[in-house]
Structures are given as structure tokens and as C-alpha cells.
């Protein structure tokens, strides 16, 4: 990540100074930096943090590019720098972390080299510490704008039993030129410099308990309140942080903290090629994503535990097996995932027709394309997601809300794929309603068993399957225009099963295409029926069953392209333009 992290203290004597921070080299060190360790420190430490590996040593690092440390440097002269401004001793070489997977490297000094940044730098310390401040004084704010940088700053005190106050003030700052990216950086950011805060909360405490143990201070200087003010500014002098943290390695440590932290704040963002416009299934599954990753930040261990392990999991349309390893947030997501490549019964939708017959298929299918629910009895949990995993390829992942197994009937607002035990009993008035399908799974018997699947499907052969419904779908039924299209891809024996594949995603995007335009047209343009009926015929959906179909898909929309057409509608110029 191209930014830069620094430490920043606010001194009594000289106001805002930047303490240390920690800057990222593409190219290799400046011909001044010498490549040998300095005495005692030619150790070379291996350290590993969340996976990044990085190898640390310290180098002899020139204060600027080929110059020597005088005058002519960006930083405050030495006359003007007490023991609190001070990090790194005189002739100090700062440190230099090599990220062995970018040949990146991330060196360390009390100033940037570069005099540009050091104005970047030392004008955002300053507002970090003067006028950009959150309510208390404490906490993290955002500002910046496009000639110097964007800012998140995090504002924060350190005890001092020999400061005004008994404490002294301190923020660490992340500058950078993309403010979107920063933006987006925000929980990751505060979460990691939080936590550096709370350590060095927690040391400069102890060092200040022990102090008030040893020699209180305020007893002291109740004592001596009618000292001059002069005085008494003058014999306060500032600390340096290492002597309130009681801590040596403390500028080792923030530069390991500090290169970590934009190695891995650099490394959470990726950057995705797309050709073309994103499609709607695109956007739907990285808004999953989002919500997943927003649900697992607010999780503790506790909340895990006290979840039952039976309930069925339906989260955001994405049921179990389906989980990302990365966002693996619920325990039984990694046995669905197993189980499931363990053994795949249905190979694809082809497979499934050879299997249940062409009526009981379509059957089947128009109840899914529909929206109704979709509901499989059978004790192999494995047969029942291989059939879920086949039959959602039909429809937007946005439709699809599926509970793999459960012990007890879910209510079909709940789900639209459902998976039961055989001994689950489903109420009667599903089983005679119009809007759902039950697929039974039941042991086969001698005079039953398939003969096409004797071959290659000893799995398949011992199972018979029924498929029934409140609302059979007649064979002379027209039914929804995408069903007969996928049926006669499906019974074209010339296409392959990926060829199938690929005609089922570019006609669930053409009918996806037909969803937006009349999402637009009836939901943000509010046109009469009479003008939608208009528009069904031109877009070939008349029918009865297209337009349920299209009624059920609208629900499959992404939040980003509906509020996107509500952003546009309520804009001034999209309403002057339709008038």
C-alpha cells in the first residue's frame, strides 16, 4: 500500500512533532545505504505475522538520499528538538524491513527523506494534533483533500506522572493520495492501531503506577502551587516515550508494527479484472461477501458457543456448503464442504433428467424457476446437496435460500431449497398447496430400479424417486419460455455438458436483462399497467408463467442496482431531463 504510517506527539515546548514513521521503497535503497549490519545488530530475524513473511534487519540508512545529516536536511534542526521529540539517537541508520514476496521495502526514521513528504507529513501531524480532533480528544477522524494527501488519524493519551495533566499527548496517522481506498481501509485501520494504543497504553501505565507508588506527584505539586508558571514549564521537562514505556525496542517494535500493518492493509484489497460490466449473480455474491465478513467482525467466541449446533443456518441466501474458506464462520460449514466433494450423485441437470424422466423433471423445474419451494426427504444428506448444487444453477444466486438438512420443516419465506429427514412430517396443507414440490427419496425395489444406471451409478441404483405436487404441471402446459429453451438444450445430445452450461448462463442473463427493465419501468418509473403489459409483449414475456417468473427473478436484484436507479431517479438532473 502506498501510504505512510507515522507517530506523531504534541510537546509542550515546540508544539506538533513527528516522532517516527515508516514509508514504502519500490525501488532498491539509495547508494548511500550500506549493505552491512551495523555493529551488534547483524542478526537477521525471521518474523511471520498472519502469513506475511518479512525479513527485518537494521541498516545503516542515510537521513536523505546520498546526504549526510546536517542542515540541509527536510527535518527541525537539533536545537529545536527536545527529549520528547526525539525518537531515534543521533547517526541512528532507522530500520529497513525486506518483504520477500514484492521485493518491497519498508524503512523507518523520524522523518521522510524526501522533502515533499516531510511538508505532507508534518502538515497532517500538525492537524492531527491541533484542529482535525474527534469530540474527547481521543479517538480516530478522517481528513485530507487531493493536493496533501487524506489522512485517518487516531488521537490518543499517554500517562506521564511529570506531565500537565499527568499525561501527554500522542496520534498515529496513515497518509495516503487514494481517499477511496483509505475510506474503505477504516475498519481495518482502527481495529490495528487500536490495538498498537492499548499496548502502549498499557506499559506507560505501569511506568506511571510505579511512579505515583514511589513518589506521588500530585501531593507534591499541591505543594508548590504558587511556583511561578515559568518556572515551572521550564522544570518539567519532556520525556522521551521510550523512558514512559520503560521499553528500549520500542521504535523496533512500531516499525515491525507499522510495515505490517501496510503490507497487510495493501494486501486485503484486490483488485479484479472484469470484462465487461459486472453481471447481477457478480454483484449479488460480493455483497454475500460484505455482509458475511460485517457478521463475522461482530461475532465473539461466545455467541459461537451459545448457538445451537442443530438449527438449520441460512445466512443471506448461502447455505453451508457454499462458505468460503476464508469466511468458514459457522462449524459445520467445512463437514458440508467435505461431504460434498466427496461425493457429487448428480453430475449435472442432463444427469437429473436421465434420472427422474423427463415429466417428473420438468415437474420439478417449473417449481424452481417459479420460485415455489422445493422440498427433498431422503437419510443420504449427500445426494440431497448434490441435487441442491445442480438445481440452483437454474436460478440468480439472489433467488436462491437454501437449508441443506434439517430435522423439522422451515417455512418457505425461510428457503426455497429445503432438505428433511424422512421422518420430518410436512404439514398437510403444503402438501396439497400449489406453490411447493416434495421430491421423495425412497429405497428402490427389484422391479424399480433404473437400467439406463446400472453401469456407472451404483449410488444411484438402490434409490427410486416421487415427485409430486399440489399443482401437477399438465404436458401440454406451455410453461415459462427459459424452461423449454433449457429442455431443449438438455435433450440436444450434440451439446456437451459445459456447452449446457454456457447456454444456461447466457439465458439466465438474457431473462435477467428483462427483470431490470421492468424493475425500472414499474417499481422507479411507476407506469400504468396498461404500458407494462406493453412492455411484457415487446420483451416476449406475456405469458402467464414469464411473468411469474420475471415477478420471482426481480427479488434476485443486487442492492447496488437498485439503489443506483433510485440515486439516478431522485437526482435533479435525471428529472429535468424527463421533463
Sequence with gaps: MNAIVALCHFCELHGPRTLFCTEVLHSPLPQGASSGDISGQNEQAEEEEGGIQMSSRIRSHSPAEGASADSSSPGPKKSDMCEGCRSLAGGHPGYVSHDKETSIKYVSHQHPNHPQLFSIVRQACVRSLSCEVCPGREGPIFFGDEQHGFVFSHTFFIKDSLARGFQRWYS?????????YLINSWPFLLGKIRGIIDELQGKALKVFEAEQYGCPQRAQRMNTAFTPFLHQRNGNAARSLTSLTNDENLWACLHTSFAWLLKACGSRLTEKLLEGAPTEDTLVQMEKLADLKEESEGWDGSEEEEKPSSQPDVVEGQELSKCSPETSL????????????????FRSLRHMRQVLGASAFRMLAWHVLMGNQVIWKARDMDLVQSAFDVLRSMLPV?????????DQYEEAYR???????????????????EFAVLVEVRTATRSSLYPTLFDDEQSLNKYEFVVTSGSPVAADRVGPTILNKIEAALTNQNLSVDVVDQCLVCLKEEWMNKVKVLFKFTKVDSRPKEDTQKLLSILGAAEEDNVKLLKFWMTGLSKTYKSHLMSTVRSPTSSESRN
Design 172 to 180: 498515529i496517522i496513515t497518509i495516503m493520495m487514494d481517499r477511496i
Design 330 to 345: 459457522m462449524p459445520d460449514c467445512s463437514s458440508w464442504n467435505v461431504a460434498h466433494r466427496r461425493l457429487s450423485v
Design 398 to 406: 439472489g433467488c436462491v435460500r437454501i437449508i441443506p438438512y434439517s
Design 415 to 433: 428457503c426455497n431449497f429445503l432438505g428433511l429427514s424422512p421422518q420430518v412430517q410436512i404439514p398437510s396443507h403444503i402438501l396439497s398447496s
